[in-house]
């Protein structure tokens, strides 16, 4: 009888690789305000929250409800954030697409109406209201790519804080290990090769090599879909269209 490998224990599901939910606050997420409302809130206080990189704003809106919402850069503790069509274009306040200006950086922005923002969330990020069309606003986002939404989606003026934050090295294996952990990740990674033949489909053998071909097929079981999956093409093949087209 085999091991099960990592590959197929690290599926959707599994208990062994879930990120932890202690130390989570509430979800990060606009509170559900009407359009036509103007809220107004203060950040009362800057939080962290283990396994997500950019930090949280404690928001205190009039009425007394709290929001944790992601902090843009040069966020600060007594500042005063607005929600509405009508709010200023300056970082923090968080309006409807369709009333932002062409050029200005969101972050944060919903996906679909109402959903409290879902994409463009992670330290660092931002994305640039590109154009408005009849049918929506379109977003160029870091990658290059183009996103139209639905012009009543809301975002929030500003870059992301935390940016950088992946640049900085780890000294010390213990702590990749518990930042791989709070984001319910496997570290470290053994190549296939290395492990035994009972332990992985690649293992085992007097020499590390995979001794098969590494492609499987998009509908291999759980236990075998390891390598190059589904692959249309392998490097060798590439190498030699390379050198064709040289000549």
Do not use: W
């Not at 009362?44 to 704003?57: K, W």
């Not at 040069?74 to 607005?82: F, M, Y």
């Not at 590439?238 to 000549?247: A, C, H, L, N």
Request: net charge positive.
């Amino acid at each position: 009888m085999g091991k099960r490998p990592g590959v197929r224990r690290r599926g959707r599901g599994g208990m062994q690789f879930r990120a932890a939910a202690t130390q989570k606050l509430k979800p990060a997420k606009y509170p559900s305000f009407s359009l036509d409302e103007e809220r107004k809130g203060e950040i009362i206080d800057l939080v962290h929250e283990s396994g997500r990189d950019v930090p949280l704003s404690k928001v205190r809106f009039e009425d007394g409800a709290i929001s944790f919402i992601p902090a843009p850069l040069g966020t600060k503790v007594g500042q005063r954030i607005s929600f509405g069509l009508n709010s200023e274009i300056i970082d923090g306040n968080v309006i409807s697409i369709q009333n932002i200006p062409d050029g200005t950086i969101v972050c944060n922005v919903e996906k679909q109406f109402g959903d409290g923002g879902s994409f463009i969330k992670t330290a660092g990020a931002d994305a640039t209201v590109f154009s408005h069309a009849d049918d929506g606003v379109i977003l160029k986002l870091a990658s290059g790519k183009f996103k139209k939404l639905n012009p009543k989606n809301r975002a929030m003026i500003g870059t992301l804080a935390g940016g950088g934050v992946e640049d900085r090295p780890f000294m010390r294996a213990g702590v990749k290990m518990m930042r791989f952990k709070s984001k319910g990740q496997k570290y470290p990674i053994v190549r296939g090769v290395a492990q035994a033949a009972y332990v992985h489909p690649h293992g085992g053998g007097r020499h590390q090599h995979v001794g098969q071909s590494s492609t499987v097929s998009r509908d291999a079981p759980p236990g075998a879909k390891v390598g190059s999956i589904a692959a249309k093409k392998t490097g060798r093949a590439r190498i030699k269209e390379r050198k064709q087209s040289i000549k």
